[in-house]
Structures are given as C-alpha cells and as structure tokens.
C-alpha cells in the first residue's frame, strides 16, 4: 500500500456528470500527487489554445503525496489551471482543512472542466457526487458562503463538511481572484477565483471519511515525533520582534551565511510571516513606493509593523490540518480605526508589504480591514496592492486623473483612498471595475505601463530581486511566472540540499555582489531550489516546513515510509524536475512564449535605486535565467518553438524483442508514447511503440515497464 | 565523527569542509564547537543554539551526523 487513493474525480458541469477515474501507478512513480498530479492531468487534457474562462479549461483541486499519512506540514492544497491572467499554466496553493477533505473522499484530486449553467456547487461525500444549487449562496463572501453552507448542511452529513469557494471576485471574474477556505484563507494566485466563477461554481463541498492510506504509519510517526518535540520547544523570549527591524538594517550590509534553517521555525511560531514586515523595510527585501523606493522614504515605518503589535491583539495561534508549526492566528480587531469586523486571519507579511510600505501607507488598522475585505472578496493581495500601487503613481504622475479615478486623491499613503479603490475593485464599480483585472490590463487601457509591476502578466511577490537575485530567476523562470515561493539565496542556505541531492552546490558565505553572477553554480542552486519545491508541491507539503531544512522536516525519509519506496535525494529532485518540465510544457503547448518573459526594468534595477541596501544594484536577469535554463537542460529555441522535448534522455528502441503487448505506452505518464509504428514481427504485421508528440519528458517510465527489454534511455545529443 | 556546523556572522569556517561539515573527535560538546569557530565567550552568550532544531546549552554533547545552529536573535534569521 501507498499513500495514494489511485482516483481522480472527473467532473463535467457541462454535462452534468461525475466520475472516478483510476491513475496508474507509473504515475504516482513519475510525479507523485498534488501539483505533479495536476500537471500531469492538465497538459494531457486542457486542450492548446482553450480559452480560461470557457468551458475546456479545467479546474483542479489536489491534495499532495504526504496529506493524510501523519506527516507534519503535509496539508496544503493546490489548486491549477490554465490562468487567465497569464494564459499560461496557473496555480495557487492554501493551507487549512481541504487538503485531507479532497482525500477522504477517495481521491488524490479532483478535475472539472466544462460550464454550468445555473450556480451551483459539487458535493462529496465519499459515496456519491452531486451538483446542487448554489443560488442561495451567489453573492455571500465567501466567509458568509462558507457559514451558510455549513448552516445549511449541519445534521445532514456525518462528518462536517470542508468548504472551498469563491467571493464576489470570483463572481465578478476579476482576474486576480482566488478560492477560499477556513473563513478567508485563500488560494489566491494565477486568477483561479476567476476560472472557478467562469464555470458558475460557487463551492466544493467535501464532507467524505473514508481512512486515508500510508505504507508504514509507524516510521512517518516517529520522524513526526521527533519533529514536534523539537518545535515545541522552540520559544523565544516575549517582546524581541521589536529588534527585528534593526537586525534588517545591519543584515543589508552583511555577507549570506548559510543559515540553520530549523531557527526560521522560531519566527513562524512567535509572529507568522508577518514577521518579517520590519525587517523588510529596513534590509531593502520588501519593495516601497511600488518597488521604486527606498527605506529612506518610510523612514521609522519599521516601528509601525513591528511584529509586537499584531501579537498583542492575537487570540488563538491558526494551524493548517498536520501542521505543529501554526504560522497562522486570529486578531481580535474589533473597535479598531477603519475595522468592520470582529475578527479577522492575521495579516500575511505578503498582505501588510503590498499595503503598508508599497503604498506608503502607515496605518496597520488600515491594513487589517484590508485583510478581511479581500480575503472575503477572494481577491489576491498582492496583485491587488501591485494594482493600487500602479494607480498612485499614475495619478501622482499625472497619467490618471480624479475624473477617472470617480474624484478619489490617490496620492502616496493616502489611507482612506486606498480602502474606498479597493472597494471599488472587489465591487467592480467605476474605476475600481477598469483596474480589477491586474494592472497588466490596468495599464493597457489607462498607460502608465513603466509603473506596471507585472511579470508575465502577474504581479510579483513583495521580495524584491534586487535584493536576492535568485527571485528575480524564478519570478521569470517559474511557469506561473512572478511567484516568490520558489526559491530563494537565503533560503537555499538554510535549506542544506546539498546533503540529500548529489548536484545541489553547497551554501557557503558569500557577498551578496556574488548572487549577481550568471555562472553554471548559481544556475544549479536556482535549479535545485525550483525542483525541490515542485516535491514539495507534489507531496503537499509546506514552504515553511521546506525552508526549515532537509535535518528538520526530513522530506525523503517521510516519502519513504509513506510509499514503500527505498529512493534517495536524487531520485526525487528527479521527480520535481519532471514537474517543473510538465508545467514548462503546459505552457508552450498553450503558446506562452517563456523566453518573451521580463522582468519590469525598475525591478532588475534599470536604472538602479539612488540610495539604500539596494543602491547600485542592477541584475543580470536574462542571463541568469538563461543559465537556469541550461541547468534544466531546457534548450531554449526548440522549447520556443514548440519542436523539441525538453528532455535530457529520451527512449531509444531495440525492435526485435518486441511483443507489442502495449505495457510501455501505458506507462508513459504524457502519452509522449503511442503504439503506432507500424512493422512486421516475424511474419505478422503488427504496431510498435514510438515517440508521437514533443512532449517526452525523460522519465524513463516506458523503459522500466517494459518486460522485454526493449527501451533503453539515451542522452539527448 | 562527522558534525555540521552553521556558523553566525563573523566566526572562523577554517574547520568546516564546503558543505559545512568538521571531523571531530568522540565526546566534544557544542563549547567545542563554539572554540572551533573561534566564536568569543561574549558573543557566545548572545546567541542561541541549537542541535538538529533542539534549542540547547554549550554543555550538549555531539553525536555523528549532528547539526549545529546559531543564530542571533536581532539577525532576523
Ligand atoms: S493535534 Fe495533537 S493530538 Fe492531534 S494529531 Fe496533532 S499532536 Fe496529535
Ligand atoms: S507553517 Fe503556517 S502555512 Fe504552513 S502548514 Fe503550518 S500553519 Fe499552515
Ligand atoms: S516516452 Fe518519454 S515520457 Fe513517456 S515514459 Fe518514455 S521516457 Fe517517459
């Protein structure tokens, strides 16, 4: 036994038909679950040139390897699809109870494609499928939706169901809309939101209890165990955020170390991302002034989201389904300037950087209301905030007027302004209505597009590449381009991925001038990075649990266990390469061009900032990505071109043995192998196996099933 | 014995292989560590320690395989 179910639930809304379809093993074998899982699904299935928001896109919910078999930080989830924002591959994950839901229910994820034609919700309760009607909840925010739905169905389903839906962003199709959980978690990137209110479904009700599968329970408890009693020893002393700030400024100064990983735990246990708020604005990793600033423009801002504050007001620690970690918390904001609720999630470090210091905006109160009106909304912070920052300059520089902008003053740090826009935009009204699809769109229709952050066509998250340069690869690099969950310099040093992969260059000391070279070293480290978290991806399992370190969360030995599998670091930086690949090929099968991908000229410091931690600093971008591309063993033109595989190995046949039993094309997990050729076995006409798409990715899948002997993998020339 | 050592700002790597790696004798403790990185008393009072992510004293003994941490608690991490 695995830890996978070995199903998939196939969901057309079209059709108004469900059904459970079986996954071979050789998949599982080549990508594991989760975000491997989708992408296997989606590029064999969403059809090139479907449009994202019509009925061949296809919307998936995946929970990863790891969910359910007692493994700590295994219970995120990941929604993919193809994104409207980029139109290339999208996805977005999110912690809290739906990850484990998916899977009770029987299946490793679920797909729906087609369009409804009236709301409605999918229901599961592990026995059957149902699409109910959703009218009643049309129009709630989706912490509203979620209550109602809870309401609704308390008494009638054993188990209390796990809820994901969209808000009236998703309803409104903005294109920077997410899907929610746990009364406004979201999953927020890539325009999902967007994609799941095109298909007119509100939610994804789960409410399933069947045992989820693990090889050896025992061994996965005891390397949790061993975890957790770590961590709960992990306390610092009360009141020490107030020196973050100050530790940021002298750290923008200072050599990279490779670090323990294991002390991040720390910080997430006291404060939750939003930690690092002050420590951005002083060590030059958090963009201001809509990434045109510098900490002198803000000067002292670091005392207003020093983390104290918001641990002052937090009345229970959060934590995601099989996380000890608890990053999360609850804030009492009741009675607070700007607050319309009682309470609200803790902001994300993501949520405050893109609504305090990248609009100049001093008021934390501000930031709280903010928080809870987009999370309800199921609206993306940082694309929103990128958008808002976008508009205060136009209008600042005279590009957008108070006659377009409905008579609001958008000028820097504005407060009230910037909650009355934002309003607009969740509601679609006006001007909040022109710019809700993202400021790509934003600056096509108004100008001002050398103050458009965007990335391929998505807002970038508030780490500034200028600071670490290995953002800067993978805000381009990454399939779902201007993520800023893919890897990092510091990270990588805290990582140690250099004792469990045999390519993966050691962290050593540094200046950070060094994390500028284009060289075949750094190209490696943003390789390993990227193939590391597509694992982690495919096993479900945290970023926070990743950056802790390969001693700390002992990701290869809990796999291990959980499969029956006896591999090495190797073998699974092999299978988030293939991932990463699958995702790179959904993209040039739907025509997304990667190599037209830029970073904005401000963000790789073109002209380079005046001032600060990050004076002087201009980024050789292109040919770091260019080298990353070299790690990948990516050729860049016939990737482009759509003409090549993108392999290093591919299968070469020895025809002779061959029986045409059929096994080998079977395996291959793209169908990049079909029985096709067409030759004589002795005296009988028969079909062999051959390559009949690009889309190859050199698993060597076909070659190990094949019983005869048939296959050998060779490297490309 | 084989013990990795992640060093704060400042400290002496000399006896660190490029993994961050030091073959130490059988029964040294995280002091030893500490005099290995040339890592000064007061400084070392500043700091927190860890092993394998265990919040620890200077007094801890190592074992194969071991993984130190420092870490400044005004660094940020
Ligand atoms: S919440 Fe506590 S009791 Fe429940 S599984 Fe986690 S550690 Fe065990
Ligand atoms: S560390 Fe935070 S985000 Fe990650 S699983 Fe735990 S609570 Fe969720
Ligand atoms: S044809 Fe390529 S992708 Fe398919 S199984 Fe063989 S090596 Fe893997």
């Not at chain 1, 100049?360 to 940082?382: C, K, P, V």
């Not at chain 1, 920052?389 to 006659?403: D, F, K, Q, S």
Request: glycine residues 12%; proline residues 6%.
């Amino acid at each position: 036994m695995s830890s996978f179910t070995g199903k998939i639930l196939r969901v057309d809304l079209t059709a108004r038909s469900a059904e459970s379809v079986s996954v071979p093993p050789e998949v599982y074998e080549a990508v594991l679950a989760g975000k491997g899982l989708e992408a296997w699904y989606l590029y064999k299935h969403i059809p090139a040139g479907a449009d994202p928001l019509g009925p061949e896109n296809i919307l998936a919910f995946a929970a990863g390897a790891l969910c359910g078999t007692g493994a700590f930080l295994t219970g995120r989830w990941t929604v993919a699809c193809k994104s409207p924002l980029t139109g290339g591959w999208g996805d977005a994950n999110c912690g809290g109870l739906f990850a484990p839901a998916i899977k009770q229910c029987g299946y490793d994820a679920i797909f729906i494609s087609g369009v409804a034609e009236e709301p409605v919700y999918l229901f599961c309760d592990g026995k059957s499928v149902e699409l109910r009607d959703a009218s009643a909840y049309w129009g709630l925010d989706a912490t509203e939706a979620e209550k109602a739905l809870h309401r609704d169905l308390d008494g009638v389903c054993r188990k209390k169901p796990c809820v994901a839906c969209i808000g009236p962003a998703g309803e409104k199709l903005s294109l920077i809309s997410g899907i929610c959980n746990e009364g406004g978690r979201i999953a927020a990137r890539s325009g999902v939101g967007a994609v799941m209110g095109s298909k007119k479904l509100k939610a994804v009700v789960l409410a399933g209890a069947r045992p989820m599968p693990c090889h050896d329970p025992e061994t996965v408890k005891a390397l949790s165990k061993e975890l957790g009693r770590k961590l709960l020893k992990m306390t610092l002393p009360t009141g020490l955020g107030v020196f973050i700030g100050a530790g940021g400024a002298m750290m923008g100064h200072l050599p990279n170390i490779p670090l323990d990983g294991s002390l991040t735990a720390y910080m997430f246990r006291e404060w939750g991302t939003q930690a690092n708020t002050s420590l951005a604005i002083t060590s030059g990793d958090g963009p201001i002034k809509n990434w045109g600033g510098t900490p002198r423009d803000v000067r002292l801002m670091e005392v207003v989201y020093n983390p104290e504050h918001i641990n002052r007001i937090e009345t229970a620690k959060y934590h995601c389904y099989s996380c000890p970690l608890g990053c999360g918390g609850k804030l009492n904001i009741r009675g607070r300037k700007y607050a319309q609720f009682d309470e609200t999630h803790k902001p994300e470090y993501e949520t405050i950087e893109a609504f305090g210091p990248l609009l100049m905006n001093w008021s934390l109160d501000s930031i709280f209301q903010l928080n809870e009106l987009l999370n309800r909304a199921g609206m993306d912070t940082i694309s929103a905030g990128n958008t808002v920052a976008w508009a205060i300059e136009c209008y600042e520089n005279g590009i957008l007027t108070r006659e377009q902008t409905d008579g609001l003053e958008l000028s820097w740090g504005n407060t009230g302004a910037i909650l009355e826009l934002v309003e607009k935009m969740i509601a679609r009204e006006g001007f909040g209505d022109a710019i809700a699809d993202g400021v790509k769109r934003a600056s096509e229709r108004f100008g001002g597009k050398e103050y458009a952050m965007h990335v391929g066509g998505q807002e970038p998250g508030m780490h500034d590449a200028r600071n670490d340069p290995q953002l800067g690869v993978h805000f381009v690099a990454e399939p779902a381009p201007g993520k800023h969950t893919v890897g990092m310099s510091i990270e990588y040093g805290a990582m140690s991925l250099c004792d469990i992969c045999s390519w993966a260059p050691p962290a050593v000391l540094h200046d950070k001038e060094d994390e500028l070279s284009a060289s075949m070293n750094m190209a490696l480290i943003s390789k390993a990075n990227a193939c590391y978290t597509m694992l982690v991806d495919g096993a479900g399992g945290c970023y926070y649990g990743q950056m802790m370190g390969v001693h700390m969360w002992k990701l290869v030995e809990y796999l291990n266990a959980a499969e029956g599998w006896d591999y090495d670091g190797d073998h699974y930086m092999e299978i988030g390469e293939r991932i990463q690949t699958l995702r790179q090929l959904f993209n040039i099968k739907q025509g997304y061009d990667p190599a037209a991908v830029r970073l904005p000229d401000r963000m790789a410091g073109i002209p380079p900032l005046p001032s600060g931690p990050l004076k002087g600093v201009t980024l050789r971008n292109r040919e770091q990505v260019a080298a990353h591309w070299k790690a990948f063993g990516w050729d860049r033109h016939r990737r482009t071109d759509g003409g090549g595989t993108m392999t290093k190995k591919h299968p070469v046949f020895d025809y002779l043995p061959c029986v045409s039993c059929g096994i080998c094309a079977q395996a291959c997990p793209v169908s990049a192998l079909g029985m096709s050729r067409e030759g004589k076995s002795g005296k009988y006409r028969n079909v062999f196996p051959e390559l009949v798409t690009d889309g190859c990715i050199g698993c060597g899948q076909c070659a190990r099933a094949c019983p005869m002997d048939v296959i050998t993998m060779e490297e490309d020339a | 014995m084989r013990v990795k050592i992640l060093p704060p700002h400042g400290c002496d790597r000399n006896a660190l292989d490029a993994r961050s790696w030091a073959e130490l004798p059988e029964g040294i403790r995280v002091r030893d560590a500490l005099r290995l990185i040339r890592c000064g008393p007061l400084k070392a009072k500043l700091l927190l320690m860890s092993v394998n992510g265990e919040r620890c004293t200077p007094e801890r003994e190592l074992h194969d395989g071991d993984v130190v941490g420092f870490f400044f608690p005004v660094s940020g991490g």
